[in-house]
């Protein structure tokens, strides 16, 4: 067979998750990398605000406080055997980024600096406590580039712009993977003993979102069309500040740092919501805030925005206010310049696409559709597990956004996807590179590419009736109107045959341009083929589960429901029609209580 390569351990892709598993999974292991885009271009390099860890550097705060506030953050949804391990490992996993050479902002005594966040408390007083590590308003970009270094150095093999298209899976067990080349449009079967699956989110399917265009969901898409049900995809996350129309986001930093939201009629609403924490009470219900103010009237204009304040005059009035002080105990004031130096790209940003300067002009804001906490299911050594017993897949491997462990249950705190990624990026890592080797290959199926072929023939041989374009522009609208932050057994069932009815039409679509050099209609027609599948599977899900919990917040079932919905939710993808099955949630320590910030 042309095009067949062979390795122990195959990571599908390059961003913070994939690169982390390649780096340890190399130490025993033959590893390859396989990239749709190259690594350094991956989502992980747009995280701006910073990862959660326990190091204490500027006040007392310890993993078990972490624990608790994921916990708790996730809606009680969150598998707690695993949040404890994440939460413990974390803290070395910022020290071994440090000593590749990540460069963190330092504290004035050269230790990691580390700021407030959403949801992030001192356990004991309730207040916000100083846990997100960060470089700037660039970590995820620094990350990034300290581990595709670190690969480099390491000679890890690279197969960058190709894009896995399907894992084969024969007598129950990983055969490798196919990707096409996209250079010349080439197929190419890698066999490999273990399969790690770390192609990040799927945020593309909402209209108004801050996921880069490449988070269409493939890895999970890919896996749903092999049989392998899918983890609470009702529960996506909405940031509260995105810039208004455009999504992009604007960090929670800003609130950490001392930005204020307010309604049109100037009040600082979130003190009605979370009067403890206000602005950095946790993201769902932030987004479900500004929800409730727009129902009220209380949004800007009537056109479903609101402000972020971050000048200088607001901040020092409102820490004033809530009697914010610094480590040393002097009262919190900043100047414009200090207020750049924390945040200069999102500076840039509003300087660029809004014409406003953040230090002297608030921004408008929107909740963003901004990440998946739902995903391919695997238990906390990256291991895909298959069903309500958690039956491991031999060989097959999950981790990042796409992979759902659970750690974040039904709402992810802010910084705690970087630490997953890190954590569970390592430890899948190690584990595929452990099986790989005590297991011999398993052989290919006979035309390993016909799953593959097949998909491109039918988006090669459409009628050529409907065009791509339309259907992602409804889809989009769709999902972000009724499948968004406030959700109703109507509006999901109506969302249920719009999306029935564009997976009809998709049938179709044809794809015009038949060449094979980087053919990237043909790819993106592919993708929303992907988003099509996987908005299906997030919206029966959510149509099921009547209950609001975390970021599934519905209209007609208000309240959490503890006795009926504390489990998750298992999707499998069967043709047009999702079969659903649940498992139970992992309680150790922290029984379920009332949510209050
Ligand atoms: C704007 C923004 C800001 C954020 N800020 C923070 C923050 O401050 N703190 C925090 O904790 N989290 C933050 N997050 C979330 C966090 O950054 C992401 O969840 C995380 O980086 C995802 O990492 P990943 O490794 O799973 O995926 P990615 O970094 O997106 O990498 C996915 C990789 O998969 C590859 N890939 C995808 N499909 C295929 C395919 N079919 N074939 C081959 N390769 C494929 C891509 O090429 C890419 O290399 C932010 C997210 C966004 C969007």
Redesign the pocket.
Known sequence: MENLHQYDVIV???????LMAAMYASRTAKTAV????Y?VR???????????AALGNLEEDRPEWHTFDTVKGSDYLGDQDAIEFMCNEAVQAVYDLEHMGLPFSRTADGRIAQRPFGGHTNNVTGKPVRRSCYAADR??HMI?QTLYQQCIKNQIVFYDE????DVLIRDGKVAGVV?VELATGELHVFQAKAVII????H?RMWEIT???Y??TG??AA?VARRGIPLEDMEFFQFHPTGIYKLGI?I?EAVRGEGGILFNAKGERFMEKYAPRIKDLASRDVVSRAMYLETRAGNDVNGQRFFYLDVTPETVNKYAELDGRTRPDGTPYRVTAEEIRSKIPDITDFCITYLGIDPTKQPIPVQPTA??AMGGIPTNKFGEVVIDSNNTVLPGLYA????ACVSVHGANRL??????D?IVF?KHSGLRAAEYALGADFTPLPDDPTAFVREQIERLRNGSGKERAAQIGRELRSTMFDLVGVFRTEEGLTQAMEKIQELRARFREVRVADSGKVFNMELMQTWELGNLLDLALVTTRSALERRESRGAHARDDYPARDDVNWLKHTLAWLEGDSVRLDYKPVVITKYQPKERTY
């Open positions: 599908v892709g390059g961003g913070g998750a994939g396989i990239s749709k885009l690594p991956s989502h992980t390099g747009a995280a701006q605000g910073g990862i959660g970590t995820g990034l190709f894009q896995v298209m990707a770390a192609t990040g989110g945020g801050s996921n880069a490449a988070y493939d890895g890919v986001l960090t901004h990440y981790a990042g956004e796409v802010g910084t705690n996807s970087l630490v990624l990026g």
